[in-house]
Nanobody, 121 residues
């Protein structure tokens, strides 16, 4: 059983910062890419940032230069540092991890339940 649990969301004023974290727990043999998505009210879920197992990163154009994704493989954790926040980034942020749960399993995607980020103007 694999679980992803996000934390760090909350209410912040425009221009402020937040740091989101996501911990993967349970049976984990190999952790591949870890991804942050977000879903704003009335909109589709969109990719925010991704970090591969080799630490290669990629970002949505809208967050480049303001958000930084990082991972700690020893702790099965991925973080998202969000700076210079704007009201338009208000959304539920979801953690996604592609991982192999055992030596004989195939890679699968797992999702957290999300953490709400609200940026006030």
């Amino acid at each position: 059983q694999v679980q992803l649990v996000e934390s760090g969301g909350g209410l912040v004023q425009a221009g402020g910062s937040l740091r989101l974290s996501c911990v993967a727990s349970g049976s984990i043999f190999r952790l591949n890419a870890m991804v942050w998505y977000r879903q704003a009210p009335g909109k589709q879920r969109e990719l925010v940032a991704v970090i591969a197992s080799g630490d290669t990163t990629n970002y949505a154009d809208s967050v480049k230069g303001r958000f930084t994704i990082s991972r700690d493989n020893a702790k099965n954790t991925v973080s998202l540092q969000m700076n210079s926040l704007k009201p338009e980034v208000t959304a539920v942020y979801y953690c996604n991890a592609n991982l192999v749960s055992s030596r004989y399993s195939r890679a699968m995607d797992y999702w957290g339940k999300g953490t709400l980020v609200t940026v006030s103007s």
